[in-house]
Structure formats: structure tokens, C-alpha cells
């Protein structure tokens, strides 16, 4: 990774991580014993108390200053501490996140590659079927560490006052709806709230979801379905109104916003999550230590405030992340071929 840029990078993407170091050598995310099914090595399996040996490289195919890369960092960098041994961030963006993924698939199973997974991972199992590797093969899901809520904002100057509001719109005109990028997590709650509501929304994909905040403030587009971290600023400074956030229970940053349930739209439940993966065959022992060890530091009061501060919610292992991970590519496989969404 480029180990010059993570200070700058962090401060612009969540101050409030001022906790973290500037370092670029970090540290595993696992879950429960109960989530390392599948993993068995080829050959002697090592001794968990004799692991890490060495460096490990932890892949996050995404760029430095993001959601996910901030989550690594942040779990890294308390466990790097714990184990005493440096977990080297590779980040490698590219591909809708599989450039990253494929390298890890194809590594050595033997516990020195992690790669950071999210939602795009699940839907990338049907949005790209030719892909060079196998997400549910060639991977062994570890844990699922956090996740974060999309957030459904629109120009705080908008008649659309609530998400009932939203759907009567949606079915008389043609609303232009934003998101960061064809097939990721916002476009995918985007589709859902189309098939819940039998409307159509003008899809505008943008590169990112920074952009389509502009354009959002600026009134070129009527509503965004965003990631929670990306529009909470504007919503508490007054820009954007908040109609509602995507999870079960309300966020805590934004104690007034109705959940979808409260909102009268109880299926359009949404996490966008952030976890561990390793190449399948990777041994048992190692797969459990890690998982031991991240659910132990997530249960911590001063990991879960800083996880919090980030705009994410500390994700319990229940279910295990393996069931989970394959829950999330039948869910979105079948509204990904309802929608017959593409990426180009």
C-alpha cells in the first residue's frame, strides 16, 4: 500500500479516527470458531499459539480513505498491537473490487493474505459470472466485522418529507435518483425500493458517492439512497432531509430518523457490511485464533465507540459469516436479475 498517503487519507474520510497512527501495518478481522467452516490446509495444520509468525498482507480492494479501508485499519492496527507481529494494508481498487479479491483467492492458504470484503462482494457473485475465481470457492469467509446503513436522503428544499411521500412521487413522475456506481450497495437499495414500490427511478450512476451529494445539494437529482457516512454530514448541517435509515433499529448519530420498518417499508432493510475473507484451505486453527480475537476486541467499549464514530455498528456473529455471506448472494441474485442490472 502506499504507506505516505494514510494520514491524510484517514483525517479526510473520518476525523474522527484521529486515534489511529499513521502506519501502514495492521491486523486481522476474524469471528466466531463458528463462522471458519471449510477451512482446512494441505498440509500439518500450525499451532494457533505459534501464529503470526511473519508479516501479514491484508488486501483491501478498495483506495486508502474509504469505508472499508478506514474498518481494516482501525481493527488492524489494535490486534498488529496485540500480536506484536505488522499486517501490511495492500490496498488494490479496481474491478468493482474484484482485482483485489482475485488476488487473494489465488495467494497461498496459509493464513499471511486477508482480503476486506463488503455487500459488493455478495452481488459481485452474480453481477460478474465469468469472473477468474469464485467468491464462495475460492474464499473462506472469516468474519464480518461491522456494518453501516444507507442511508435515504433528499434536497432539504424537497416536498418529499417522508418515505410515503417518496413512493407516491416515484409512481407519478419520473424521479432522478443517484448513486455511487452501477451494482454497488446504494444502486442495489435503489432497486429494491423500485421493486417494493412498483416504480421507476431514472438511474444516474456516478463514480463515487461524493459526487452524486453535489449534485443531490445542487437539485440535479431529487433522492440518493446513500452509504450512511457519506451524506450524514449534509443531513446534520442542514443540506439534505433524512427520510429514513435502512436497518432494523435507529442510528444512533441520527436519533430522529424513522428506520424503512418505521417508515412503512419493512422488506427494504439494508446493511452494507465490511469483513474478513481468506483463500479456502487455509487451516482451521488459524481461521478460529483470528476469529477469537476480532470478537473479542469488537466487544470492547473503546473499539465500538471508535467503530461508531466511524458511521458504522459493530456486527455480532449471528448468524456465522459464511451463512450470512451466502444469505446476501441468493437475496441480491434475485433482484439482480428481476432488475437485469449490468455493469459495464
Excluded: C
Excluded at 109 to 118: E, K, S
Excluded at 150 to 173: E, G, H, I, T, W
Excluded at 196 to 217: C, E, F, N
Excluded at 303 to 324: C, D, L, S, W
Amino acid at each position: 500500500m502506499h504507506r505516505g498517503s494514510i494520514r491524510p487519507a484517514l483525517r479526510l474520510a473520518a476525523r474522527a479516527l484521529v486515534a489511529l497512527s499513521a502506519v501502514s501495518t495492521f491486523a486481522w478481522l476474524a469471528p466466531t470458531p463458528a463462522a471458519a467452516q471449510g477451512g482446512q490446509g494441505g498440509g500439518p495444520a500450525p499451532a494457533a499459539n505459534d501464529y503470526p509468525g511473519k508479516p501479514i498482507r491484508y488486501v483491501v480492494p478498495f483506495s486508502a480513505g474509504g469505508l472499508t479501508d478506514i474498518m481494516a485499519r482501525l481493527v488492524g492496527q489494535q490486534l498488529s498491537e496485540e500480536w506484536k507481529k505488522p499486517i501490511v494494508v495492500d490496498n488494490k481498487p479496481g474491478g468493482n473490487a474484484n482485482i483485489g479479491a482475485d488476488q487473494v483467492a489465488k495467494s497461498p492458504a496459509d493464513g499471511y493474505t486477508w482480503l476486506a470484503v463488503t455487500l459488493t462482494h455478495a452481488s459481485n457473485a452474480t453481477l460478474f459470472p465469468k469472473l477468474p475465481f469464485s467468491m464462495q470457492k475460492d474464499l473462506v469467509p472469516v468474519v464480518r466485522i461491522a456494518s453501516s446503513p444507507m442511508l435515504v436522503v433528499v434536497p432539504a428544499n424537497s416536498p418529499v418529507r417522508s418515505m410515503k411521500d417518496l413512493a407516491a412521487a416515484a409512481q407519478k413522475a419520473r424521479l432522478n435518483a443517484g448513486s455511487s456506481g452501477n451494482g454497488t450497495p446504494p444502486h442495489l437499495t435503489l432497486a429494491l425500493f423500485e421493486s417494493q414500490t412498483r416504480s421507476s427511478l431514472t438511474h444516474v450512476p456516478y463514480k463515487g458517492g461524493a459526487p452524486s451529494m453535489t449534485d443531490l445539494i445542487g437539485g440535479q437529482l431529487d433522492v440518493v439512497f446513500s452509504n450512511f457516512p457519506e451524506s450524514i454530514a449534509y443531513v446534520k448541517g442542514g443540506k439534505l432531509r433524512a427520510l429514513a435509515v435502512t436497518t432494523r433499529e435507529r442510528h444512533p448519530q441520527l436519533p430522529d430518523v424513522p428506520t424503512v420498518a418505521e417508515a412503512g417499508f419493512p422488506e427494504l432493510i439494508v446493511e452494507n457490511w465490511t469483513g474478513l475473507m481468506m483463500p479456502a484451505g487455509t487451516p482451521r486453527p488459524i481461521v478460529e485464533k483470528v476469529a477469537a480475537s476480532v470478537g473479542r476486541l469488537l466487544q470492547t467499549d473503546a473499539m465500538r465507540e471508535r467503530i461508531v464514530a466511524a458511521g458504522f455498528t459493530p456486527a455480532p456473529q449471528n448468524p456465522p459469516f459464511n451463512e450470512y455471506f451466502n444469505t446476501e448472494v441468493t437475496r441480491w441474485a434475485k433482484l439482480i436479475e428481476e432488475k437485469q442490472i449490468r455493469v459495464e
